[in-house]
C-alpha cells in the first residue's frame, strides 16, 4: 500500500531531514521547517497560519502556565489580535511534557507526528518556534504574536497526555473598534 505524504517536500525540507539523520546530536528533533500549521515561506522565516514568533522585548503581558502531570492552569486564555505574549511554563508535574500551541488541524497533525516518533524510539525533542519540551521542575518561556481571531489550542502533544486532558484553548479576539456618536466627526 503506498502511504501518501501530507507535507510537500521541498529543499529545505529535505536538507533538515538529512540533517536529522546525520547528526546525532539531533536524533529525535522535528525541524521547524516540517511543522504542521506552517506555509512554506522563506527559509529563514517559516510561515505559521496562526500566528508568529514574537519577541519578549515586545510581549505585552507574560501568562504563566503551570503543567502537571494531566492538566495546564489555567486552561482557558483571552489575547487579542496583534497582541505579543510570553509564555512561561513550569512543569509542575514528573513526566516530561510540551507546551504546542496551534489551531487544532495543526495540533491533531503534531500529535500524530509525536506518536510516530515515539514508535521509532526517537527521544521528543522540538525546535519549532510554537513548541517548548519542559522536563520535570523545569521553567521555559515562548513568545508568540497573534495575528487573526479564532480558536486555538495549547496541547501537551507526548502521546496519550493529551487524550488525558493536557489541553488548553485561547480564544484570539478582534480589536473593539469605537464607534462614535451620533452626530460627532
Not at 529535505?14 to 529525535?28: D, E, K, R
Not at 514508535?119 to 519549532?128: A, I, N, P, V, Y
Request: net charge negative.
Amino acid at each position: 500500500m503506498t502511504k501518501r505524504n501530507r507535507f510537500p517536500m521541498t529543499a529545505a525540507t529535505l536538507v533538515a531531514a538529512v540533517a536529522l539523520f546525520i547528526g546525532p546530536q539531533t536524533a529525535g528533533a522535528h525541524s521547524d521547517m516540517t511543522m504542521p500549521g506552517m506555509q512554506q515561506g522563506h527559509a529563514a522565516a517559516p510561515k505559521f497560519t496562526f500566528g508568529e514568533p514574537g519577541k519578549s522585548n515586545k510581549a505585552a503581558r507574560t501568562v504563566t502556565i503551570a503543567m502537571t502531570d494531566g492538566t495546564f492552569e489555567p486552561s482557558a486564555l483571552e489575547v487579542k489580535v496583534g497582541e505579543t505574549i510570553r509564555f512561561v511554563v513550569t512543569n509542575t508535574g514528573e513526566l516530561d511534557h510540551d507546551f504546542t500551541l496551534g489551531d487544532a488541524a495543526t495540533e491533531k497533525a503534531h500529535r500524530a507526528e509525536m506518536a510516530e516518533m515515539a514508535e521509532k524510539g526517537g527521544e521528543m525533542q522540538h525546535d519549532d518556534p510554537n513548541a517548548v519540551v519542559v522536563k520535570p521542575g523545569e521553567t521555559k518561556a515562548l513568545t508568540w504574536k497573534f495575528t487573526r481571531a479564532g480558536r486555538l489550542e495549547f496541547d501537551c502533544d507526548v502521546p496519550g497526555h493529551y487524550e488525558a486532558g493536557m489541553a488548553g484553548t485561547i480564544s484570539v479576539m478582534s480589536p473593539v473598534r469605537h464607534r462614535a456618536a451620533p452626530g460627532t466627526p
